[in-house]
């Protein structure tokens, strides 16, 4: 069984930065693939970055440069560095984790896009105040 456990999240200011973890157990399979997501209140999570087990990576556009999605030499901690944070990144984080659907970077891509993960974390809050 899957366990996925996020924490690093907190209260900023705007300007600031925050790195969050995934921290991850049960894994079966070598290839596996994990994703952070948002969601903001009274919206619908989005996918904000994902990473597979060869540290192939793939962001939203409305993310990238600021967010950094990077991972531990044991592969069991995944991480998403946040700079500049603003307030609308203001939102519960979550992880997800699968088995890879694919080997390509596209595919990280489309996993992310469908929020195509079986696990799930209970999820990290980030709120940024002006």
């Known amino acids: 069984q899957v366990q996925l456990v996020e924490s690093g999240g907190g209260s900023v200011q705007s300007g600031g930065s925050l790195r969050l973890s995934c921290s991850a157990s049960?894994?079966?399979?070598?290839?596996?693939?994990v994703g952070w997501f948002r969601q903001p209140p009274g919206e619908e999570r989005e996918g904000v970055a994902a990473?597979?087990?060869?540290?192939?990576?793939s962001y939203a556009d409305s993310v990238k440069g600021r967010f950094t999605i990077s991972q531990d030499n044991a592969k069991t901690t995944v991480y998403l560095q946040i700079h500049s944070l603003k307030t609308e990144d203001t939102a519960m984080y979550y992880c997800?984790?699968?088995?890879?659907?694919?080997?390509?970077?596209?595919?990280?891509?489309?996993?992310?896009?469908?929020?195509?993960?079986?696990?799930w974390g209970q999820g990290t809050q980030v709120t940024v105040s002006s």
């Open positions: 997800g984790a699968d088995r890879c659907r694919g080997t390509t970077v596209q595919a990280l891509g489309l996993m992310l896009e469908r929020s195509d993960f079986a696990y």
């Open positions: 049960g894994y079966t399979y070598s290839n596996r693939c």
């Open positions: 990473i597979d087990s060869d540290g192939g990576t």
